[in-house]
């Protein structure tokens, strides 16, 4: 699903599994120009691709993140989810908790650590999801993505701002997640879940 604006944003999924339908947006004109949502539905689940819009260096797109899309988007995959568990992944843009970044104190009002954006985090996760890393792991030094400006790769001086979450139906089918930091191609890096039994 590609950005009106080439080159600006988009999303993909590729699956080995039949799919019983495909979607692409979440059905609101404002929000679906630029290529941030996929939804595929099979039998057991949904499974949705999200590429949530960063706010800004200058904060300048908080205020349509945080009171527009976090708010459609969750109502969205509630919406999902009242027919059938969903797996939504993707790049969340918020790193949710203090553990979830190498600098939390000197990042208090920058994007992806703002008070509105995490509390948009805590909104998922009080909706019947769960952030299957954190089901697992506690632990801290765990990111996902590395600014390219400071080597900060090499120094592991990074952000947990990747997820995949799920709904609470599906923890008891949960095999694993976790983050493939070795995996190179990007200031990204893979994240991982393993599921049993959803096909």
């Not at 969340?92 to 985090?121: C, Q, W, Y």
């Not at 001086?157 to 694993?176: H, M, N, Q, T």
Request: hydrophobic share 35%; proline share 5%; with cysteine.
């Amino acid at each position: 699903n590609s950005a009106e604006k080439k080159g600006y944003s988009g999303t993909a999924i590729f699956s080995r599994f039949p799919a019983l339908s495909v979607s692409y947006g979440l059905g609101i004109e404002k929000h679906d120009k630029e290529g941030r949502v996929i939804t595929v539905e099979f039998e057991k689940v949904y499974v949705v691709t999200v590429y949530t819009p960063n706010s800004q260096d200058d904060l300048r797109r908080l205020p349509y993140r945080h009171k527009e899309w976090d708010v459609d988007f969750l109502e969205y995959v509630n919406r999902l989810q009242k027919i059938k568990p969903v797996i939504f992944c993707g790049d969340l843009n918020v790193a949710h908790k203090e553990i979830d970044l190498a600098n939390p104190k000197t990042n208090t009002k920058s994007a992806g650590f703002t008070p509105e954006e995490r509390m948009s985090m805590d909104n998922i996760l009080s909706s019947g999801f769960v952030d299957s890393f954190r089901h697992f792991n506690q632990d801290p030094q765990h990111y996902t993505w590395w600014s390219y400006r400071t080597a900060a790769r090499e120094r592991n001086v990074g952000w947990r701002i990747d997820y995949f979450c799920v709904s609470e139906a599906l923890v008891p089918k949960l095999k694993s997640a976790g983050i493939l930091p070795h995996v190179h191609g990007s200031d990204h890096c893979p994240v991982v879940v393993e599921l049993n039994d959803i096909h």
